[in-house]
């Protein structure tokens, strides 16, 4: 082997031995992080162990050891610790209780690695196939210490079996989905380095490598046995974990195995102390912090990934890529969903149906950037994309539907003003259709202006409606009152010239008025063509220039300013005269039968 992973198992060693000295916090031993149910179908987590990974503010690393019951995976990561049995992991034949679900060595490794610290973390598995439990049981186990672990020693006593490679399916569709997602890209999710670890004395000449390499040829399959084509797929699929997988062989350390924990290295085999010590080499040189989304985790966020595992392992009766996929994408939905209603935010409803969905297609666009970014997986991720569209689809119709009540209330409330504003024109005091087209004018502009979103179209049909039907009603009571107000008109000017100021002419004139209105226009003129009737165009357009214009409505002034015209009147009647000023005006009225300089005869 190379110097460096030599250097590697000295800093190993050395931090071991420095470990042994001092136990601050009574982590120097073995605490269970993951346990079986009652059932023994399910894990669960124990509060124990992942406690004392949360201690752990350096980037972390996993080795874990996996295999069959009974074939020495505790009193080999107790070799690989430098432990004895009585103080490192229980090994089955020296203690009752046996490994049961998932252990981990308090203490963790530091070494350094590209100039960082990182703390290793042991693992020990419990193992396969043993009495009382189930096939989906031992495929939790693996998975759960495939996912989690940087390097994955797979124990294996003396040979490769078909049901080893079988088991491996997993391992290669987690290094198919999540690592490498795209090249030159940080990688989303790095599966652990596979080790066979095969035990055994002699290999016939052959090379554990070599040993290996055959055993994951494909089987000829005359016979289009299925399980056979399922098995050859698994070996084909092997190939993409390159470099992530290794073989290294491990002879007996000693005959008499169930005394293995007694024995010092100096009564072990020494090829077995050699390979064992190369075998550390060979681990540490494998060894890389755990990656998840580009970056490490430390020991409150390594406890947090086994949650989000053990959650997915749990969910299905057996785990697969795509429950995992699945609940570690579960994080990046809820961001992705967090982008897309932020965006959708900014719409500012209500809108019209082709902003608001503009506005959609840039949130969802942004959202599926974010997804593509961050998502974990290649095959299955296809599922949370589908997922993801889905949720936000039900996001969009709540929006849609926000948009249509914002749009109704917004627009009901406009054509409640123009409504009252019609009303309102409807009753002038002085009928002016100047001011009542006017007032439609403005109304109708400030409805178009205001009035947004997908209720316009609808309340545009009533809005025009209402208009019209207001236009009607004005246009055929516009007549009458206009008639009724001349008529009064005239006879209050034969009034006022007669009594008020006395002047004849206006007097007249008021008269002659009000002898047309009441006998010509009633004789010669229906109320249907009075509206068409030239001579009547002429005095409407006469009325609304004196009725209303931008500078002055009569409508709203008429009785101020007659008030006044009352009192200038009077005033000029009653006080003018004192001082010669009526007399000038008033020609007719000036002379008097009383003041006659006639002589009288009797």
């Not at 406690?51 to 505790?74: F, H, L, M, N, Q």
């Amino acid at each position: 082997m190379g110097c460096a992973p030599a250097m590697w198992a000295a800093v190993w060693l050395l931090a071991a031995a420095v470990a042994g000295v001092a136990d601050p916090g009574g982590l120097q031993r073995a605490f269970p992080i993951v346990e079986p149910d009652h059932g023994h179908t399910k894990l669960r987590l124990t509060k124990e162990g992942l406690e004392a990974i949360e201690r752990i503010r350096t980037p972390i690393a996993a080795v874990s050891v996996i295999g069959a019951y009974r074939s020495g995976k505790s009193f080999l990561l107790n070799q690989l610790l430098s432990l004895s049995c009585d103080k490192g992991f229980g090994v089955g034949h020296m203690r009752d209780t046996k490994t049961k679900g998932i252990w981990v060595w308090g203490s963790p490794v530091e070494v350094d690695i590209g100039g960082s610290k990182v703390s290793v973390l042991y693992m020990d598995t419990e193992g396969f196939e043993s009495v009382g439990k189930s096939n989906v049981y031992d495929d939790r186990i693996f998975a759960l210490a495939t996912v989690l672990s940087s390097v994955l020693i797979y124990n294996l006593p003396e040979t490769i079996r078909e049901a080893d490679i079988s088991r491996l399916s997993f391992a290669v569709e987690i290094a198919e989905e999540f690592y490498g997602r795209v090249k030159g890209q940080d990688v989303a999710f790095e599966p652990a380095k596979l080790l066979w670890l095969i035990q055994r004395d002699f290999l016939q000449g052959k090379s554990v490598q070599q040993m290996v390499d055959e055993a994951l040829l494909r089987v000829p399959n005359n016979n289009g046995d299925k399980n056979i084509d399922e098995l050859n797929q698994i070996r084909d699929s092997l190939a993409v974990m390159g470099d992530n997988s290794t073989a290294f062989s491990l002879p007996q350390p000693h005959l008499q195995r169930t005394k293995l924990c007694d024995m010092e290295d100096q009564e072990l085999d020494p090829l077995y102390v050699k390979k064992r010590d190369q075998l550390k080499e060979v681990v540490a040189s494998m060894i890389k912090p755990k990656i998840v989304q580009g970056r490490t985790l430390n020991g409150t966020e390594f406890v947090s990934f086994l949650g989000q595992i053990l959650e997915a392992l749990n969910k299905g009766e057996i785990p697969s890529t795509g429950s995992l996929v699945e609940i570690f994408n579960k994080a990046i939905l809820e961001r992705c969903l967090k982008v897309y209603n932020e965006r959708m935010g900014r719409a500012g409803l209500p809108v019209s149906v082709d902003k608001l969905q503009q506005f959609h297609d840039l949130a969802k666009d942004e959202a599926r950037r974010l997804f593509d970014k961050q998502h974990f997986g290649k095959h299955h991720a296809a599922l949370s994309i589908f997922k993801l569209d889905e949720e936000i689809k039900k996001v969009y119709r709540n929006f849609g539907q926000a948009n249509e009540y914002q749009s109704s209330k917004l627009c009901e409330a406009r054509f409640s003003e123009c409504e009252d504003k019609m009303e309102q024109l409807q009753v002038l005091r002085l009928p002016s259709m100047a001011k009542f087209d006017a007032g439609f004018l403005l109304c109708n502009q400030s409805f178009e202006m205001d009035c947004v979103g997908p209720a316009k179209e609808s309340y545009q049909r009533r809005m025009s409606k209402m208009l019209a039907r207001s236009r009607a009603l004005f246009i055929k009571e516009y007549n009458n009152k206009l008639f009724n107000w001349l008529v009064i008109f005239s006879l209050v000017m034969v009034v006022i010239g007669r009594f008020l100021i006395k002047f004849f002419l206006l007097e007249v004139a008021a008269w002659v008025m009000f002898a047309f209105l009441e006998t010509y226009t009633r004789l010669f003129w229906s109320s249907e063509s009075l509206y068409y009737n030239p001579v009547w165009h002429m005095i409407v357009s006469s009325w609304e220039t004196i009725v209303y214009s931008p500078v002055l409505d009569l409508d709203r002034w008429a009785f101020p300013i007659g008030a006044a015209l009352f009192f200038l009147a009077f005033y000029w009647r009653c006080l003018g005269g004192r001082r010669g000023i009526a007399r000038s005006l008033l020609p007719l009225y000036n002379g008097s039968y009383r003041s006659s300089s006639r002589t009288r005869t009797d």
